[in-house]
């Protein structure tokens, strides 16, 4: 008697359909939002598997660095052509028992390198949208910068910091940190040595 009584509305057409042209337009519906969920983590598999070799590649290159000075020029040479960041900057807030050429001391006069000093945890990096002064402050630049990305540098105590920045939206809050989080270990373990006194 209900099926009788039944008056299923097509979707689209507004016209009455069978139950059965209803549940068959509802399964095509879910094939096709599946597809596209099937092909959306295709392509996330399929990116983070080139950022895996970029970082295995990073990864080799470091380790096999001779020296502090050797070290941070790969950082810097990877991080511009392997990764292509625009803007980078390595900064420390003690004072490193060697002096290298890229790693600079940031002081602790204005009040945005003193949050940027207590607010970091080692292994977790952070990305986002910073501050004009903050970037000036960072890359010693004037030219504008839409997001950064902020690599933890110390193992248990932070000691300073990887900035990178780039003009377009990359860095955004959402970014997932894996393999950030891989890089500044790797970093972190490379060049604690010459912080030593801070631990």
Known sequence: DLLDELSIPHPKTGKTVSLLERQVFQLREQRD??????????????????LFLKVQSFTKALMGT???????????????TLFEVEHIAMVSWDVPSKCLHGLSQLGVSQTWSETLKTSLEANKPVCGFLENEWQKGLFHTQESMKSVCLLPLGLGNVWGVLALGSQTARFNPDLGTYFLTMMSELISAKLNHLFKHVD
């Open 33 to 50: 939002a599946l597809k596209v969920e099937v092909d959306t983590l295709l392509n996330i598999a399929g990116e983070n598997g080139q």
């Open 66 to 80: 001779q020296t502090e000075q050797a070290a941070l020029d790969c950082i810097y040479e990877h991080m511009t």
